[in-house]
Nanobody
Framework: QVQLVDSGGGSVQAGGSLRLSCAASVRTFRNYAMGWFRQAPGKEREFVAS???????KDYADSVKGRFTISRDNTNSAYLQMNSLKPEDTAVYYCAADFKGGVYSRSWAYWGQGTQVTVSS
């Protein structure tokens, strides 16, 4: 069983930055791919970024390429650095874990509780 706790959300103005964190409670963290999804009001949950178990492979949604960076470390944590934020980035952000993962939310077995990101213009 994997428990995920995501944090770091907040309110910023357009052009600002935030860093989201995801802490995983699992002994074999290195075996899991990690991902970030987001869900805006009235919309479906959408893929933002993912990183492989090794950290060597990263994938990003077109809408965040060049602005967001996903990373992970040896402390059972994953991160999402978000720069040049736009009002359309406003959403609840969720971290996710799975042995494989992918761009579809149904591909991920474990989820954090979500953290709100609000970007004002």
């Amino acid at each position: 069983q994997v428990q995920l706790v995501d944090s770091g959300g907040g309110s910023v103005q357009a052009g600002g930055s935030l860093r989201l964190s995801c802490a995983a409670s699992v002994r074999t963290f290195r075996n899991y791919a990690m991902g970030w999804f987001r869900q805006a009001p009235g919309k479906e949950r959408e893929f933002v970024a993912s990183i492989s178990w090794s950290g060597n492979s990263k994938d990003y949604a077109d809408s965040v390429k060049g602005r967001f960076t996903i990373s992970r470390d040896n402390t059972n944590s994953a991160y999402l650095q978000m720069n040049s934020l736009k009002p359309e980035d406003t959403a609840v952000y969720y971290c996710a874990a799975d042995f494989k993962g992918g761009v579809y939310s149904r591909s991920w077995a474990y989820w954090g509780q979500g953290t709100q990101v609000t970007v004002s213009s």
